[in-house]
């Protein structure tokens, strides 16, 4: 719905921080039921022109069904910040003045007591978003957050500070005994004894941060702005998921009637220097953000910054991978203490409490923190001296956690990614057993793929058809919508009992093969925005560093593109694209009843043909 | 040959060993019986690891298996030969 709405209603050239842009919070049909889908979307044109598309965990969209509505569309801009209160249907535009400037658990406390309703559900941005600093998302539930591609900063640009919703209603599946026997066999697949995803058992106690061992072992922690692969297998043990939840955890935290126990965590800091300091959410990014990226193995620290960041509203991955491009710039003398108020900005971070100022500077847009608030690729072209070498952005937004030339699979999802560097479009791939599904399940699926040679983790055959169809299933699961750790039994290669799922909560009798194409639609829309919008095959590229520089001790090559190009030309060839521009043809839309969209894209003199 | 290994715990693994890692001495010659007699010492740790049916490796666990000063590579076939000095992480 979110990819129909924003190619129909957002046209080409939209200014994205202008009244026009629209911002959709969009739930799905799956959407409430007591099953663990409480999850929801928003999107909207991102201000670097590519789709922004995100999605919440949480309770917001179940409380949004409740309240009698499936969709929000935002349009316009206010004259004066506002909060848009929303009840059993009606909608009320509300004066926010008094909000404005408040960080992100203000908000959440001062809207609580204004309403006087402890179970009113809440989406919010901090100051960073109110002063449009690149990439903030928008927050929620104290913790957690979604569209890191700038759908905060739109949220912003409209004087929007709040959304509030609260909802009396019941939702009921349309055919419910049919409901309770797919909820049987979906839950078949979370069973510790049953399920063929190796990460079941991880997720329900620890959730992501326990990849950090794992990701040193592998070569997967970019160290010192992605400079050297190889963190300290010492050094990623301190800040790992283990530790963590040994020392820090003081409450585990679930979202809307997870089967699982809780992923999420609450902790405190108990003693020291940031003793007091509460914050929720360690996730598997932070680890690397600030721990690995910029060489600091103080997960204290580690917490304090994500947790500010949480407060002032700022992207983790946005602050990280800029903070790592900004120290490599200083220790190479591009920039000096003249430039960063005074900041000895070196990766190891002894100057904690000047980080955490300028962590501030950079929410408020003042002084250094003026710079690093455009992000690092706009910041490098500021600075130029051939500081763009190491920009770690694709389409213009900073990289996430996921190494890219240990896994070529990550490489391409990562470059092609309509939304920028994003691994929720599909699933990281983690080494997996090749026999996961056997050919004849493959077969009977209707899925093309050689699974031993796909899971070959560097080899570059059969990447393009794997991340297509991750892609389509995953955008399958996005819509529905549902959590992606609910899902990955079998990868999302087999999505039979989410489609049992769907059809008895709907009563719509799809086909499978419709459901899946509801997943290569979304693709395809998102493709056709943002070729709209001029993005071409040329912006479909690892990051320079990645492209350009081997990683000796792994034994892992550089993305040039002798490597890269023909997984590129697979994923473009199964998607139906052209290869040299990668727009979506006619026979590949039309076939997805997507005719308009060609009619549209042809309207606009891009050959579809 | 008696062989001194490298063992690193992970994430569910944890709970069962209580310590993140160890060296240990053992004349295991294949991952198959090392996971034999990590399961003398910590009960239950063949049962994460070997499916009870087919022998194999469980699809919901994984183990990386490391040879001195080579990279880690994610373990298939359990009657791998282990070699001295390996680095072996459970997950």
């Known amino acids: 719905m979110n990819a129909r709405l924003l190619f129909n209603e957002v046209k080409a050239k939209t200014d994205p921080l202008g009244p026009d842009n629209i911002l959709y919070l969009g739930t799905g049909p799956l959407d409430g039921l007591p099953i663990g889908m409480g999850r929801m979307s928003v999107a909207c044109k991102s201000p670097r022109g590519t789709v922004a598309e995100g999605s919440f965990g949480g309770f917001f969209g179940p409380e949004l069904r409740r309240a009698g509505v499936d969709y929000v569309a935002i349009r316009g801009q206010a004259d004066h910040p506002v909060y848009l209160y929303i009840e059993d249907g009606n909608i009320e535009i509300r004066d926010a003045r008094h909000l404005w400037g408040l960080l992100t658990h203000e908000t959440d406390a001062a809207l609580h007591r204004e309403l006087k309703d402890p179970d009113i559900q809440l989406r919010y941005i901090g100051p960073a978003a109110e002063n449009l600093v690149h990439a903030s998302p928008i927050f929620g539930n104290l913790n957690n957050c979604g569209g890191r591609a700038g759908c905060g900063e739109v949220m912003g640009s409209k004087k929007l500070k709040a959304i509030a919703v609260r909802g009396h209603q019941g939702i009921r599946p349309a055919d419910y005994e049919g409901f ?133 509203g700022l992207d ?69 001296k051939g500081s763009e070498r190491f920009c770690l952005s694709v389409k213009g937004l900073e990289l996430e956690g996921i190494a890219q030339r240990s896994m070529l699979m990550v490489a391409l999802g990562i470059a092609v990614s309509e939304v920028g560097p994003d691994h929720t479009r599909w699933y990281p791939p983690y080494p997996c057993h090749p026999n996961l599904l056997s050919e004849k399940e493959l077969a009977d699926l209707g899925i093309d793929l050689d699974l031993k040679l796909a899971f070959q983790t560097r080899n570059p055959k059969e990447k393009g058809k ?86 000796p001790y792994f034994g892992f090559r550089k993305l040039e593109p002798s490597l ?46 | 040959m008696m062989k001194e290994l490298h063992l690193r715990y992970a994430g569910p693994v944890v709970p069962i060993t209580g310590i993140l890692e160890e060296y240990c001495k053992t004349e295991a010659t294949t991952l198959r019986d ?36 080579k990279v880690p590579v994610a373990v298939i076939d359990l009657d791998q030969p282990v070699e001295d000095h390996a680095k072996i992480t459970f997950w």
């Not at chain 1, 990280?320 to 000895?344: H, I, N, P, Q, V």
């Not at chain 1, 919508?481 to 999505?495: E, K, N, Q, Y």
């Not at chain 2, 499916?51 to 490391?66: C, D, E, P, S, V």
């Open chain 2, 34 to 69: 090392l996971l034999a007699e990590l399961d003398g010492k910590y009960g239950g740790f063949d049962e994460i690891f070997v499916n009870r049916k087919t022998r194999q490796l469980n699809f919901n666990a994984m183990i990386y298996y490391g040879e001195p000063g």
């Open chain 1, 564 to 609: 890269f190009d023909p997984m590129l030309n697979e994923y473009y060839e199964a998607n139906g694209w052209d290869l040299e521009t990668s727009i979506p043809k006619r026979k590949k839309l039309e076939e997805l009843g997507l005719k308009d969209v060609a009619n549209e894209l042809e309207s606009l003199s891009l050959d579809v043909e």
């Open chain 1, 180 to 312: 309770i026997e797919a909820y049987k066999e979906f839950r078949e697949r979370l069973d510790l004894k049953t399920s063929r995803d190796m990460w079941t058992p991880v997720w329900s106690v620890y959730g992501a941060p326990v990849l950090v061992r794992l990701f040193a072992e592998m070569g997967n922690l970019m160290m010192r702005n992605a400079q050297e692969m190889q963190w300290d297998y010492e050094k990623a043990t301190v800040v790992s998921g283990e530790n963590y939840l040994n020392r820090y955890v003081t409450k585990a935290k679930s979202c809307w009637c997870c089967p699982w126990p809780a992923c999420q965590k609450l902790h405190e800091i108990k003693s020291g220097k940031y003793e007091g300091f509460k914050g929720g959410n360690y996730w598997a990014g932070q680890p690397v953000a600030f721990g690995s990226l910029i060489d600091n193995d103080d997960l204290e620290f580690i917490l304090v910054l994500s947790g500010l960041c949480n407060q002032y």
């Open chain 1, 466 to 551: 794997l991340l297509r169809w991750f892609t389509i299933s995953r955008g399958v699961v996005e819509s529905l919508p549902s959590c992606v750790f609910l899902i990955r039994d079998t990868l999302g290669f087999d999505m039979r009992p989410w489609w049992n799922l769907f059809k008895a909560a709907t009563g719509i009798d799809l086909s499978y093969q419709d459901f899946i194409m509801a997943g290569e639609r979304l693709l395809n829309l998102d493709r056709a925005f943002i070729v709209r919008e001029d993005f071409r095959r040329r912006d479909d590229r690892p990051p320079i560093r990645m492209a350009t520089e081997d990683v």
């Open chain 1, 316 to 384: 983790i991955f946005h602050i990280g991978y800029t903070l790592s491009w900004a120290m490599e710039c200083f220790e190479r003398g591009l920039l000096t203490k003249g430039d960063t108020d005074g900041l000895e900005l070196r990766f190891g971070c002894k100057d904690q409490q000047g980080l955490i100022e300028l962590l501030r500077k950079i929410a408020m847009k003042e002084g250094f923190g003026q710079l690093l608030a455009l992000g690092c690729t706009e910041a490098s072209k500021i600075v130029g």
